[in-house]
């Protein structure tokens, strides 16, 4: 009795705590982000947005469309905190599944947005990673599938019969 309860997720860390009165130590490790998308049109934003990310967060999108077809993805609103290597918060598309870096398309930080990408095939990725300082408002983005050429001619054969 008198001693409030310690609240600490720094287990992960070696931080030993003793005899605190009062210890409020916010960890946002396990933020629910990221997963598979499926669709042919959908949004894809930062844990929060537009109120501030948490902290040391990594999601990880996969978005997957119909064979054939490939992925064109749009920022809408970017700001992540700024590294001239984007060492601490930032973004990376890949075209495809892996982390290959002869797939990656990009890695972004700071407050310009990233152009807009088209994959080569039906898969990108997109990595988003917030390091335990620095939070932002992050980025919003839509992505859609773009019909290919058998897409077109298939729905245009639709649209005549």
């Not at 990594?58 to 992540?80: D, Q, R, Y």
């Not at 917030?130 to 980025?139: E, I, T, Y």
Request: charged share 15%; aromatic share 12%; net charge negative.
């Amino acid at each position: 009795c008198g001693k409030k309860k310690i609240i600490c997720g720094c287990q992960k860390y070696g931080i030993n705590i003793l005899d605190f009165n009062v210890l409020q130590y916010n960890m946002f490790i396990g933020v629910k982000c990221g997963g598979i998308l499926s669709a042919s049109s959908g949004n894809v934003s930062s844990p929060n947005f537009p109120s501030l990310y948490p902290y040391n967060t990594e999601c990880t999108w996969l978005i997957v469309v119909s064979e054939g077809s490939s992925v064109l993805l749009t920022f809408h609103h970017f700001e992540l905190e700024y590294h001239t290597d984007c060492a601490y918060d930032y973004i990376k598309i890949y075209n495809g599944i892996s982390e290959d870096e002869g797939n990656l398309l990009g890695k972004f930080c700071g407050d310009v947005s990233p152009p807009q990408f088209s994959s080569s095939w039906n898969v990108m990725s997109i990595i988003f990673h917030s390091d335990r300082h620095v939070a932002r408002k992050g980025f919003s983005s839509s992505m859609m599938k773009l019909l290919t050429n058998l897409d077109i001619s298939s729905l245009s054969t639709v649209m005549t019969n």
